[in-house]
């Protein structure tokens, strides 16, 4: 009856989840979602708390107080733009979480109460996989956008030889493990291993791939949370941990299809390697044909359009130019011009970057629009103007089949009548190849900071 | 290995909701989505409450505690944060 109790509590609060997953599908009812799954999680942990398990109070208490604390004002304190390094964080958090308890579960149900089955070891032996990986991945991805380590992908001779053989070194003592539960110190040679294959799987993602590695660990920490959900026979945790598993791996395959990549390609890091021939190119595409024009200039060009489409990339993040933008398209919208934005699927470090940063500047999310719907408008676009983005407004993902973005769906931005691109140098982007877009006939180029160019703009605007 | 099969069977059946729910969020939701989702992850709390407050072993207690932090981290930081995320979003 008891047990029942708490069991039926379970299932209302994975209903809660659900619904508040459902309710994530639409702005208005997002919040109210949000505030579901909450409620779902208060209940299952007060209802855990009255489980006969529990002797002591004291060391949940302390538990709860500090990682609520910690949690509390890292929340309050992240700035939008560093919403991809926030999400990495508590990815590691969650999968670290599991890893432990699965651990735990160990100790107590092997080597104190003597007992163990298959499904136990088998699922104790994935969740300490999946889990130091996803613990040890999420705070490498967390370093690499923080840019406490380098931001560009690292890469060794023999690298996928090292990285497959990790890989099966930790599926070889997971199978140990699963054979031998009771050896003493085995799931801790396990978790070690799993954690050095997590930082080399990390390790050679870059950059603009980022989007792809925060979805694939927020997938594994479900995961993780699943695989602890059959460690403990808890359904509460496998429905849940399902859920955001099947959440990640959505997000990963979106984010694949964006950059028209395999996961594998991905996951090597394996964009832009071929460097050396795409400089030669550069010269020749470039040479004598980018023109740079004048905040004033630009201006005129804004003066007689009717119609600008606005297209924010990475840079725009970089140099929190969100604010400047949103006062920019109201002053061209005062002026009688319709203004609409157009958000690349990768653009940013992490699935819909872009499209918080623009909500935290106020900007009404029925004028951000996807790429299926805004591409087939350019044609009928007076000015695109390009902030801080670069490959995926490159027209070489269309004509080049031999471009590292070949097949990549690409803002079709060199189909509207002016483009003015906001960029600091020529430099190349993640895929490390020249950009035709920038030599185009109707291009622009205003080299200088996101945010600084955007100032200058509305400055010459209100002059003219 | 009959509970094996009741949980593999729930397993599978959460990952189709999971699925069909998912594929429905528009892509400007989608941060908020991986923070929303990534707090409700977190629900591994529950077994690190258990672990902690059962006291079997020194070291139990330990890893449990810590376990509770993580996870408390991961449940509140990710609520909140998405909260915060999902209030900036306002219509015309």
């Given at each position: 009856m008891y047990n029942a109790l708490i069991n039926l509590s379970y299932l209302i609060a994975s209903a809660l989840f659900i619904f508040g997953l459902k309710g994530l599908t639409h702005p208005r009812t997002a919040i109210r979602g949000n505030i579901l799954g909450a409620i779902g999680m208060l209940l299952a942990v007060v209802v855990t708390l009255i489980?006969?398990?529990?002797?002591?109070?004291e060391v949940i208490l302390a538990g709860l107080i500090v990682g609520s604390a910690v949690g509390v004002i890292l929340a309050v304190k992240i700035q939008m733009a560093a919403m991809p390094q926030m999400v990495a964080l508590l990815n590691g958090f969650g999968g670290g979480a599991s890893t432990l308890v699965a651990g735990a579960a160990l100790i107590e149900t092997v080597?104190?109460?003597g007992i163990s089955n298959a499904q136990f070891s088998i699922a104790t032996a994935a969740s300490g996989i999946i889990g130091a990986v996803t613990f040890w991945g999420s705070l490498v991805a967390f370093a690499k956008l923080q840019e406490i380590l380098s931001g560009r992908p690292v890469h060794f001779p023999g690298q996928l030889l090292v990285n497959g053989l990790t890989g099966l070194i930790a599926i070889v003592v997971g199978a140990w493990l699963v054979f031998?539960?009771?050896?003493?110190g085995l799931y801790w040679i396990l978790v070690v291993i799993s954690s050095i294959l997590g930082i080399l799987l990390v390790i050679p993602i870059g950059g603009a791939d980022m989007p792809v590695a925060i979805a694939l660990l927020n997938a594994y920490s479900g995961m993780a949370a699943a695989a602890t959900g059959f460690v403990l026979n808890n359904n509460v945790l496998i429905i849940t941990g399902s859920l955001v598993g099947a959440s990640g791996i959505i997000l990963t395959q979106i984010m694949c299809r964006a950059m028209n990549r395999s996961l594998f390609n991905v996951l090597m890091g394996?964009?832009?390697?071929?460097a050396g021939e795409g400089r030669l190119k550069e010269e020749a595409i470039y040479a004598g044909k980018v023109k740079s024009a004048s905040p004033e200039e630009i201006a005129m060009l804004f003066d007689s359009a009717r119609r600008v489409v606005i297209v924010p990339g990475y840079g725009m993040a970089v140099s929190q130019a969100q604010h400047a933008v949103r006062d920019l398209a109201n002053l061209l919208e005062s002026r009688g011009i319709e203004v609409e934005f157009a958000i690349h699927p990768?653009?940013?470090?992490?699935?819909?970057h872009m499209n918080v940063l623009l909500a935290e500047a106020n900007?009404?999310?029925?004028?951000?629009?996807?790429l299926d719907v805004i591409n087939p408008t350019f044609e009928q676009t007076d000015v695109a103007l390009v902030i801080g983005a670069n490959d995926t407004v490159n027209p070489l993902a269309r004509?080049?089949?031999?471009?590292?973005?070949?097949g990549m769906p690409i803002?079709?931005?060199?189909?509207?009548?002016s483009v003015v691109v906001i960029k600091r140098s020529l430099s190349p982007g993640f895929a490390g190849i020249p950009n035709p877009l920038f030599a185009g006939d109707n291009t622009l180029m205003l080299f200088e900071d996101g945010k600084k160019a955007i100032l200058d703009l509305i400055a010459a605007l209100k002059e003219s | 290995m009959e509970t094996l099969v009741v949980a593999l069977t729930i397993f599978v059946l959460a990952i189709f909701v999971g699925f069909e729910i998912i594929t429905k969020v528009p892509p400007i939701l989608h941060t908020p989505l991986m923070s929303g989702s990534n707090a409700i992850s977190g629900i591994t709390l529950i077994g690190a409450i258990l672990s902690a407050g059962a006291k079997l072993t020194l070291l139990t207690t330990i890893l449990g505690f810590i376990a509770v932090v993580f996870a408390t981290i991961n449940v509140v930081g990710g609520f909140l944060v998405t909260h915060r995320m999902l209030k900036m979003f306002k219509r015309k």
């Open positions: 489980d006969r398990q529990i002797v002591g109070f080597h104190v109460r031998t539960p009771d050896v003493m394996a964009v832009g390697t071929g990768v653009a940013g470090r992490m699935p819909g900007i009404p999310y029925e004028k951000l629009k996807e004509t080049d089949s031999s471009s590292p973005i070949a803002l079709n931005v060199d189909k509207a009548r | -």
